[in-house]
């Protein structure tokens, strides 16, 4: 077997673990957001009304989240910058192709001048390359996401409060902006800023809805585009939001709670076979010292990697819970 057909069976492996993320976590996704559209278009039915279902389909529709459009590189490459846009840091989309290559070449280099093993280190190499930073700008996303859902309420009550008090509503949006801190705070305050220049309160709330990409900021919109469209006691509706965010934060922490056990459990047995064989290697080199030099092992141990890493993505879904 030569290199480059050990080449294309390590390539199909990737290949199948990509294509079943793709279906499991992308329809996941779809359907979990077409639920909660659904919910909340059955909540603000119950009054009968055909206009205001009527102008809750508009609202929905005119602030769904779009997609890129454009084919090939440039979409994807836009798609990375906003996920860079949403870590909160100014990151470009240059730094993290330079953080990936160096992190490449740091972990092939090694491997290459210690086992002779090329294709082990360029295999390698490219995955932490690419899975680390991947991996850093989402844990990134997901701790400023969980700041902003945390003080989300509280800003909404502070705006209720600036509404019952006469203030008008991109006045409201600017006090929220100075008065609650974090990545509340600094999205309202862009909003802000974006109505000073000369945008719509509803064109500069759709974009952050987009970059934000959260559904807490999405339903927030849709009451604004439901209140405008309908007319009705916008602080009331707001109020009942923000006690609805609220029960939502308590749920997922009570969910949280109970699959602490299962997440533990998978993770100890993720982990597991590396812990195994770090050991073993330690204590004895030559009885693994194969699968860095040998190429049937090596074509063996990244298959073995690729299944476990589909096992684990299986588990990490089985333990995971969408609200």
């Not at 590189?73 to 910058?81: F, G, M, R, Y």
């Not at 902006?177 to 309160?201: H, I, N, R, S, W």
């Not at 949280?256 to 204590?283: D, H, N, Q, R, W």
Request: charged share 20%.
């Amino acid at each position: 077997m030569d290199i480059a057909q050990i080449g294309v069976i390590t390539l199909g492996l990737f290949a199948i673990m990509f294509i079943a993320y793709v279906l499991l976590y992308g329809s996941a996704a779809n359907r979990t957001q077409n639920r909660r559209l659904q919910q909340m278009r059955l909540r603000h039915s119950q009054n009968g009304e055909a206009k205001v279902e009527a102008q809750f389909k508009k609202a929905i529709a005119a602030r769904r989240f779009k997609p890129h459009t454009a084919a090939g590189a440039d979409s994807k490459i836009a798609a990375l910058a906003l996920r860079l846009e949403r870590t909160g840091k100014e990151w470009t989309v240059q730094q993290y192709f330079y953080a990936s290559g160096g992190i490449a070449l740091a972990v092939a280099l090694p491997i290459i001048l210690k086992f002779g093993a090329p294709l082990l280190g360029l295999a390698v190499g490219a995955a932490l390359g690419a899975g680390i930073p991947h991996l850093a700008v989402k844990y990134l996303i997901g701790k400023r996401t969980k700041a902003f859902n945390t003080k989300f309420p509280d800003a909404i009550e502070l705006l209720v409060r600036g509404l019952r008090s006469g203030l008008p509503v991109t006045e409201t949006l600017g006090v929220v902006a100075k008065e609650v801190p974090g990545p509340v705070g600094e999205e309202f305050q862009d909003v802000v800023d974006k109505v000073k220049v000369g945008k719509t309160l509803d064109d500069a709330l759709q974009e952050t809805a987009d970059k934000l990409d959260l559904a807490e900021f999405k339903f927030f919109c849709i009451s604004l585009a439901i209140q405008r469209e309908t007319g009705g006691n916008l602080a009331e509706t707001l109020s009942n939001l923000a006690d609805v965010l609220r029960k939502r934060a308590q749920m997922k922490l009570k969910i949280k709670a109970m699959s602490s056990e299962a997440k533990a459990s998978a993770y100890i047995v993720g982990a597991l076979p590396f812990i195994v064989f770090t050991l073993v290697y330690m204590l004895n080199p030559e009885y693994l010292g194969g699968f860095f030099t040998d190429d049937r092992l090596i074509v063996a141990g990244l298959g073995a990697m690729v299944w476990m890493s589909i096992g684990g993505f299986i588990m990490y879904k089985m333990v995971s819970f969408e609200i």
